[in-house]
Nanobody, 115 residues
């Protein structure tokens, strides 16, 4: 099982980034997918979640209206489009796959929002 995040980097406040998480080794289309983040000294928090078929999405209040989660089951990939980025969005972003008690994590990708 592998979840490989990419697309992180350094961006100025107000900018945009698109994160990708490529999955392999399991039946991607059966799993709910989510993005989480962890800033230094803070607990990991849920950012956004999408159901297995992609029909339902949920977002943390702090990112509603700015971030969009989507998935392509044909490409076994989940995305996080992040717009209007703020310094407080700085964190390591992780993707997660979950099906009942089964859960997998990626290694994370750093997002830094700074001028």
């Amino acid at each position: 099982v592998q979840l490989v995040e990419s697309g992180g980097g350094l961006v100025q406040p107000g900018g945009s980034l698109r994160l990708s998480c490529a999955a392999s080794g399991f039946t991607f289309s059966s799993f709910a997918m989510s993005w989480h983040r962890q800033a230094p000294g803070r607990e990991r928090e849920l950012v956004a979640r999408v159901t297995s078929a992609g029909g339902i999405t949920n977002y943390a209040d702090s990112v509603k209206g700015r971030f969009t989660i989507s998935r392509d089951n044909g490409k076994n990939t989940v995305y996080l489009q992040m717009n209007s980025l703020k310094p407080e969005d700085t964190a390591v972003y992780y993707c997660n796959a979950r099906l009942y008690s089964l859960g997998y994590w990626g290694q994370g990708t750093q997002v830094t929002v700074s001028s």
